[in-house]
């Protein structure tokens, strides 16, 4: 597994290329028997529109994260300043504690900060693990990946990440061969690809995107989310609840920047049936990772859009 | 009904050749295919993906065990929710929509706060004709948690959604003095302390709906949904919420859909089951 390009020599005979792939891999791909990951509804769907199944193809990616802690450069305790230059040109707000020194525990600055170290061992492993699949697809001279299942999740007891591809790959019937033999690829299958066809959109390829927002908390932050309406002062009685404006801007942020890093692969072209995952890990009151994931398929409109006629309501009976 | 082989032939063309770089803004939506099918049948198009997040703080000593409702965590529900919504308005009011569709509302309750999170699909008229005006429209976008199935028909019926209409309401759980307690472990006896506490909350939640939803400008709340139970920090506190969409009529009157009756022939079927033999056939 060494060229994760994707780019293959149009010229070479369909067929798995020995010495880059497992040996299990090469061996089930040059078998006569194709495979599928397609239900069965969704494989006559797929015969119907003209698309021949070639292989069950897959990719696979075990990452590590890198350490970010302490002597990292990325520790809480830097200037934020230095911090916020550091990271790249990312998202960054720096809050100011309104108190003066009030103690060493105070906490006199927080910030919100993208971390796109984060992002980019992310976006390595998906990458990585897509581009095998596709790789797989390319050596069996497919058109196109269907029906994709992508899976990001620990590794037994690891504690590291591993990115997991599956899908179906095929042959357009009397279709050329993609742009520069890199197949397309959607997470649909069957019925919706063909309404999606049908609809005049052609799939491109899924996209995904990872936005890592880092809340260090300051001092306001610090007592809002731990339910002291600032310094302590002054019973719940007498005030009541408050917007913790640093915690939902970061909120706010990642949702953006994943959207932002997505809309970065489009390149002009759409993002349908999109899915938005949010992970939050709280480190300390106010102190929290938040992990924006978004994912979709990107698709081009080939030929105008036809509206279908207004549906006929129904009432089913039974 | 189209070739639909013809018509991925030409998709795939429409690959074969690399696309000429674009600096078109990438329509963006959470959108299904059949969503979007419909939505466009009614003459409107996705804009772009929105979200609002709110993050409010619920004061200490707020879960404390007390009697009666606990107003500031239901202040801070509602504060949480009318700023994501605030949030989420701004964002479509960026790409011009007239509104929000098919909106994930998530709630999280926590000792010291509340975040509550929005998101989905900011949608325009294609050709720009909206009811309420485009300036009006643009100026306060609708939100709603409909899909855009539900977002058709609706429209279809001569109403449209003006805004997510939420009531919340904390309330400690009721307790008896320990000697009503011992009195009563013998008798079948309706615990109305109980009754009254739970009955009122729930009303309360569902009143707040109904005027968030007048607030907004709404005439009745469709697709309302209810959720209760103890929080999982302070067993003895107990949370309603109700929301739903806030509507109103847009047309001179309601419109009937007529809907036609099918009876589908793939229903369900009797089958046998060798537990059936204990009794009647079993459905599946």
């Given at each position: 597994m060494t060229d994760l390009t994707g780019s293959v020599d149009p010229a070479a005979p369909p067929g798995p290329a020995a010495g880059d792939l497992p040996e299990a891999a090469v061996r089930r791909l040059q078998s006569d028997a194709f495979s599928s990951g397609l239900t069965v509804p969704d494989f006559a769907a797929c015969l119907d529109l003209g698309l021949e199944p070639v292989a069950l193809v897959q990719g696979f990616c075990v990452m590590q994260w890198g350490w970010y802690g302490p002597g990292s450069g990325y520790?809480?305790?830097?200037?934020?300043?230095?911090?916020?230059?550091?990271?790249?040109?990312?998202?960054?707000?720096t809050y100011r504690c309104p108190?003066?020194?009030?103690?060493?525990?105070?906490?006199?600055?927080?910030?919100?900060?993208?971390?796109?170290?984060?992002?980019a061992a992310w976006t390595q492993g998906y990458s990585s693990a897509y581009a095998r699949m596709i790789e797989e697809a390319t050596d069996m001279g497919a058109h196109g990946v269907i029906g994709v299942v992508d899976r990001v999740g620990t590794l037994a007891d690891t504690g590291n990440t591993e990115f997991h591809f599956l899908g179906t790959a095929v042959r357009v019937d009397g279709g050329p061969p993609p742009a520069?033999?890199?197949?397309?690829?959607?997470?649909?299958?069957?019925?919706?690809?063909?309404?999606?066809?049908?609809?005049?959109?052609?799939?491109?390829?899924?996209?995904?995107?990872?936005?890592?927002?880092?809340?260090?908390?300051?001092?306001?932050?610090?007592?809002?989310?731990?339910?002291?309406?600032?310094?302590?002062?002054?019973?719940?009685?007498?005030?009541?609840?408050?917007?913790?404006?640093q915690v939902s801007k970061a909120h706010m942020a990642a949702r953006q920047l994943a959207r932002k890093h997505v809309r970065e692969q489009l390149v002009g072209d759409e993002l349908h049936g999109a899915t938005i995952d949010v992970a939050t890990r709280e480190l300390s009151a106010g102190d929290e990772v938040i992990d924006c994931t978004l994912r979709g398929n990107r698709v081009r409109r080939f030929k105008d859009f036809d509206p279908i006629p207004a549906p006929r309501p129904t009432v089913r009976l039974g | 009904m189209p070739d639909l082989r013809a018509e991925m032939r030409k998709g795939a063309e429409s690959l074969a050749t690399a696309?000429?770089?674009?600096?078109?803004?990438?329509?963006?939506?959470?959108?299904?295919?059949?969503?979007?099918?419909?939505?466009?049948?009614?003459?409107?198009?996705?804009?772009d993906l929105v979200c609002g997040v709110a993050v409010v703080s619920v004061p200490v000593g707020v879960w404390n065990w007390g009697r009666g409702a606990i107003s500031l965590a239901s202040d801070a529900h509602n504060a949480a929710v009318d700023q994501a919504a605030r949030a989420l308005r701004a964002e479509c009011g960026k790409v011009h929509g007239h509104g929000v569709v098919g909106v994930r509302v998530d709630v999280e309750v926590r000792t010291h706060h509340i975040e509550v999170?929005?998101?989905?699909?900011?949608?325009?008229?294609?050709?720009?004709?909206?009811?309420?005006?485009?300036?009006?429209?643009?100026?306060?976008?609708?939100?709603?948690?409909?899909s855009a199935r539900d977002f058709t028909l609706l429209l279809r019926a001569g109403w449209m959604p003006v805004g997510l209409a939420f009531g919340a309401c904390f309330v400690y759980s009721p307790r008896r003095t320990a000697g009503t307690a011992m009195k009563q472990s013998t008798q079948n006896i309706e615990l109305t302390n109980y009754t009254e506490a739970m009955y009122s909350a729930r009303e309360s939640a569902m009143e707040k709906m109904q005027e968030s939803a007048l607030e907004a400008g709404g005439e009745g709340v469709v697709e309302v949904k209810v959720t209760e139970g103890p929080m999982s920090f302070a067993r003895h506190a107990v949370g309603f919420t109700a929301w739903g969409t806030a509507v109103?009529?847009?047309?001179?009157?309601?419109?009937?859909?007529?809907?036609?009756?099918?009876?589908?022939?793939?229903?369900?079927?009797?089958?046998?089951?060798?537990?059936?033999?204990?009794?009647?056939?079993?459905?599946?």
């Open positions: 520790m809480r305790g830097m200037s934020p300043y230095a911090v916020a230059s550091g990271s790249g040109g990312g998202y960054s707000e108190h003066g020194f009030v103690s060493a525990e105070h906490r006199t600055w927080g910030q919100n900060l993208e971390q796109p170290w984060v992002e520069g033999g890199v197949p397309w690829s959607t997470y649909l299958a069957g019925q919706r690809l063909t309404k999606s066809i049908e609809a005049g959109f052609m799939p491109v390829a899924v996209v995904a995107s990872l936005a890592s927002v880092r809340v260090w908390a300051y001092c306001m932050t610090e007592y809002l989310m731990e339910g002291q309406m600032g310094m302590g002062w002054g019973g719940y009685a007498s005030s009541g609840p408050q917007l913790v404006d | 696309a000429p770089p674009s600096q078109a803004r990438g329509i963006t939506s959470d959108l299904s295919v059949d969503e979007a099918l419909l939505l466009h049948a009614a003459g409107w198009e996705p804009l999170a929005l998101v989905g699909t900011a949608v325009q008229p294609a050709d720009g004709n909206d009811p309420r005006g485009r300036d009006a429209a643009e100026a306060m976008p609708f939100v709603s948690d409909l109103k009529l847009v047309a001179e009157q309601h419109q009937f859909v007529q809907p036609q009756m099918i009876l589908p022939l793939d229903d369900a079927v009797v089958t046998f089951e060798a537990q059936s033999l204990r009794g009647a056939g079993k459905k599946r």
